[in-house]
């Protein structure tokens, strides 16, 4: 790729976000419908993100942000969690924004003399923090000491039970890793699928809260295998008529289970969809990800009570927006966004310019496209789940624009995609000589005019070439077998074929008379001597 690619790609995170006017920033709209930990996760990347990513000192409008950010999220931590070793860091970071830069100190002692920050009442909350690692060292005490009493006397529900409690408080003060070590102990004295799918249901909450969807995997085909097994999906087949012997209380209580398994199901379906979609993102299959998002609108009805845990409705949308965008035709895009209500829904005020996005993209406008996707930037890298691919499905939607535009032409000016796009010259012209170094674009520019020529594809070529690669592959495959014929003939290699039949009845002799089995003679009543060949 030349110097010169990808406008996006020069573009360093500094320069996405520079644009963004931080007093005028809509928090609400950021936080959403998020809670408990999935709320701290997202508030936490923010300061992480911004105070991480420059090589030197972070620029006044990245730590303006960092800090707003940090003072809503430590009252999150105090009234939600025991997570003192975030709320310390966030304290930290507050005094000092590029302490993120400087070696791990998470570990070091909180003590009167650490800091003095903004944090409601001005100062670090000394008597909270302490009063939670109480909280918590009391809690590991009391659980330790039922544990080895249950361990002793081999009581495996109370054992599970207390592992799944000790994971709880490790949620609770942040320790992902631990929690996991619990759930993994649990797994060992679960003894129904029952206890397995709320088992796996916790595990998958967790990973989601604390948004690690690169362990994700293994834990959602465990819990997907579980749940058919307890709840299997519903068949579209009609019942089979009861029995006469079933009475009317039998069939209604047999129907309330039915109903009650369906709720159940429904449930965890919903977070195994998301936790598939997220999955997908992160390993960059913008399909399987639009798709399985979509999916808990379609086919679950919507989160219900898993809304905000660990993503937003208004997140979905946006996910299921740009990864649709990046991966599908106009065919598609416009069925599976603008022409699907179950989309519409996901699409709150504050995220009304997707649909412009999409229309604009649709209505081949990539002036208007451009424009929406250069506002996308900040707003793309300040979320969690698409921080990481922002450039990526940036310039995929930017490639497929551009294809689309030069695929009528046999030749046309750079300055005039340049006007069409919104861009100047010199971008315009880094973009496209990208795509014909990548030959996506079949062509070549003439440097002196700026003017691209495309190439017409020679279908008449492309046939000789293929009927000419499908005779040799004929003929290969033809010389092998006659020379392995000729070996097997000259004895230098065995046929694998069974030796054919050389029973009396199978041929003929030197007379031409036809000689059969005297058996088998006897058994058809035929003189052997009476017929000739």
């Not at 990864?323 to 005020?349: F, H, M, W």
């Not at 030749?411 to 030959?439: D, H, P």
């Not at 674009?441 to 279908?459: S, W």
């Given at each position: 790729m030349s110097s010169s690619s990808s406008s996006s790609r020069r573009r360093s995170v500094e320069d996405m976000i520079s644009p963004m006017d931080v007093d005028s920033f809509d928090w609400a709209a950021y936080e959403g419908t998020y809670q408990g930990r999935a709320l701290i996760t997202r508030l936490t990347h923010i300061p992480t993100l911004l105070l991480t990513s420059s090589s030197s000192h972070p620029p006044p409008y990245a730590i303006a942000l960092s800090k707003a950010a940090l003072t809503r999220l430590i009252p999150h931590i105090k009234n939600d969690t025991w997570d003192y070793t975030t709320y310390f860091q966030s304290v930290r970071l507050l005094?000092?924004?590029?302490?993120?830069?400087?070696?791990?100190?998470?570990?070091?002692?909180?003590?009167?003399?650490?800091?003095?920050?903004?944090?409601?009442?001005?100062?670090?909350?000394?008597?909270?923090?302490?009063?939670?690692?109480?909280?918590?060292r009391r809690e590991n005490t009391r659980l330790d000491v039922e544990l080895r009493?249950?361990?002793?006397?081999?009581?495996?529900?109370?054992?599970?039970?207390t592992y799944l409690a000790f994971a709880q408080i490790s949620i609770k003060v942040g320790n992902s890793?631990?929690?996991?070590?619990?759930?993994?102990?649990?797994?060992?004295?679960?003894?129904?699928?029952?206890?397995?799918?709320?088992?796996?249901?916790?595990?998958?909450?967790t990973l989601l809260a604390f948004n690690l969807p690169a362990t994700l995997p293994g834990h959602i085909s465990?819990?997907?295998?579980?749940?058919?097994?307890?709840?299997?999906?519903?068949?579209?087949?009609?019942?089979?008529?009861?029995?006469?012997?079933?009475?009317?209380?039998?069939?209604?209580?047999?129907?309330?289970?039915?109903?009650?398994?369906?709720?159940?199901?429904?449930?965890?379906?919903?977070?195994?969809?998301?936790?598939?979609?997220?999955?997908?993102?992160?390993?960059?299959e913008w399909a399987k990800a639009a798709r399985e998002l979509l999916g808990v609108h379609e086919d679950c009805g919507g989160q219900g009570d898993f809304e905000g845990k660990a993503i937003s409705t208004s997140d979905i949308g946006l996910i299921v927006t740009?990864?649709?965008?990046?991966?599908?035709?106009?065919?598609?895009?416009?069925?599976?966004?603008?022409?699907?209500?179950?989309?519409?829904?996901?699409?709150?005020?504050?995220?009304?310019?997707l649909i412009d996005l999409i229309n604009s993209f649709v209505d081949a406008d990539y002036g208007q496209v451009m424009r929406l996707l250069y506002k996308s930037e900040p707003i793309l890298l300040l979320n969690p789940f698409l921080s990481a691919h922002t450039t990526t499905l940036i310039d995929l939607i930017q490639t497929k624009c551009i294809l689309q535009y030069v695929q009528p032409?046999?030749?046309?000016?750079?300055?005039?995609?340049?006007?069409?796009?919104?861009?100047?010259?010199?971008?315009?012209?880094?973009?496209?000589?990208?795509?014909?170094?990548?030959?996506?674009?079949?062509?070549?520019?003439?440097?002196?005019?700026?003017?691209?020529?495309?190439?017409?594809?020679?279908?008449r070529n492309e046939m000789f070439k293929n009927a000419y690669q499908v005779g040799k592959k004929?003929?290969?495959?033809?010389?092998?077998?006659?020379?392995?014929?000729?070996?097997?003939e000259a004895g230098?290699?065995?046929?694998?074929?069974?030796?054919?039949?050389?029973?009396?009845?199978?041929?003929?002799?030197?007379?031409?008379?036809?000689?059969?089995?005297?058996?088998?003679?006897?058994?058809?009543?035929?003189?052997?001597?009476?017929y000739d060949a």
């Open positions: 005094l000092d924004p590029t302490s993120l830069k400087k070696p791990d100190e998470s570990t070091m002692d909180i003590d009167e003399s650490a800091a003095s920050a903004v944090a409601g009442d001005g100062e670090v909350d000394m008597e909270w923090i302490e009063n939670v690692k109480e909280l918590e009493g249950y361990l002793s006397n081999l009581i495996k529900e109370s054992i599970r039970l890793s631990s929690a996991m070590k619990n759930y993994g102990a649990a797994r060992e004295y679960s003894t129904s699928p029952q206890h397995h799918v709320d088992l796996g249901v916790g595990i998958v909450e465990k819990l997907e295998a579980t749940l058919d097994r307890l709840h299997p999906p519903p068949t579209s087949t009609k019942n089979q008529a009861e029995a006469a012997n079933v009475t009317a209380s039998d069939i209604r209580e047999r129907r309330e289970n039915e109903l009650r398994s369906l709720s159940v199901r429904k449930s965890v379906m919903i977070r195994i969809k998301i936790a598939k979609g997220l999955v997908a993102l992160y390993n960059r740009f990864c649709t965008l990046a991966n599908g035709d106009r065919d598609q895009i416009r069925r599976v966004l603008l022409e699907n209500p179950n989309y519409k829904s996901q699409i709150d005020d504050s995220n009304s310019w032409f046999s030749s046309i000016r750079i300055q005039t995609m340049a006007n069409s796009f919104g861009l100047t010259e010199e971008q315009m012209l880094g973009l496209v000589e990208g795509l014909v170094e990548g030959k996506e674009i079949r062509g070549k520019i003439d440097l002196i005019d700026h003017v691209i020529d495309m190439t017409e594809p020679d279908y004929v003929s290969e495959v033809t010389q092998s077998a006659i020379l392995r014929m000729k070996m097997i230098l290699i065995v046929d694998p074929r069974p030796p054919k039949s050389e029973k009396p009845g199978s041929g003929v002799d030197e007379k031409g008379q036809l000689v059969l089995d005297e058996g088998l003679g006897e058994g058809l009543g035929i003189e052997p001597d009476s």
